[in-house]
Structure formats: C-alpha cells, structure tokens
C-alpha cells in the first residue's frame, strides 16, 4: 500500500502528490496535521526512512526553538515525542510503500521506493 503524509498547505507535498498521481497512483492521503502520528508510528517511519530523529526534524519551524530541540542531549524518544506532539515538525512529505519511505525534497525523491 502507498500512504503519503500529506499537508495540503506545503508546495512541496502538493507537487509529491501531483507526481504520484501522474504515474497512476492513488496513495492513501495521511493529513498527518490534523491526526498526529503516534510516537510508535513515527518509529516506525524512522525504520523505514533509515534515518534519525533529528534528521526528520524542521528546524525552522517556531515550535523547535520553543521546545529547545537543538539541544543535543535530548534522546531520540524525547524528540519523537515532541513531533507526535506538534506533528508540524516533521519533514513532509513523507510517502511509504511497504517497508520502504521517502521524503518528497524534491518530490522526485519519492520515485526511488514505486
């Protein structure tokens, strides 16, 4: 199954989606925003992207520097908890077919995982 964590306000997830469904994909549309993945589901989205925590971070965003997540001790639960709590932290977006995930930056990303 194709999910795509979604958030219709970004250009870069509208444009991933778009490029989806150019191909003749209709993923699973996630609205990560307004459910937030739990800490377990992000986990798991880390296993499947092969990254971690702090690199599924957006540092720009204003709730990182109020949450004080540059600060390097923080352990990779309490950053996952802190994007279950305020998902707008995590990169988007993110699609996921099967065991495998990609972030759309650029969209065309997202093609190495179909």
């Given amino acids: 199954m194709l999910t795509i964590y979604h958030n219709p306000r970004c250009s870069k997830s509208r444009q991933t989606l778009s490029l989806l469904q150019d191909q003749g994909l209709e993923p699973e549309i996630v609205l990560y925003l307004e459910t937030a993945p739990s800490p377990e589901t992000i986990t798991l989205l880390l296993k499947k992207l092969g990254i971690g925590?702090?690199?599924?971070?957006?540092?720009?965003?204003?709730?990182?520097?109020?949450?004080?997540?540059?600060?390097?001790?923080?352990?990779?639960?309490?950053?996952?908890?802190?994007?279950?709590?305020?998902?707008?932290?995590?990169?988007?977006?993110?699609?996921?077919?099967?065991?495998?995930?990609?972030?759309?930056?650029p969209p065309e990303a997202v093609l190495e995982i179909i």
Avoid: W
């Fill in 53 to 105: 925590a702090r690199q599924l971070l957006r540092r720009g965003e204003q709730d990182y520097k109020d949450q004080r997540l540059a600060d390097a001790s923080l352990s990779e639960q309490q950053l996952i908890a802190a994007m279950a709590k305020y998902p707008k932290l995590i990169q988007r977006p993110i699609v996921v077919n099967g065991e495998r995930a990609a972030i759309g930056r």
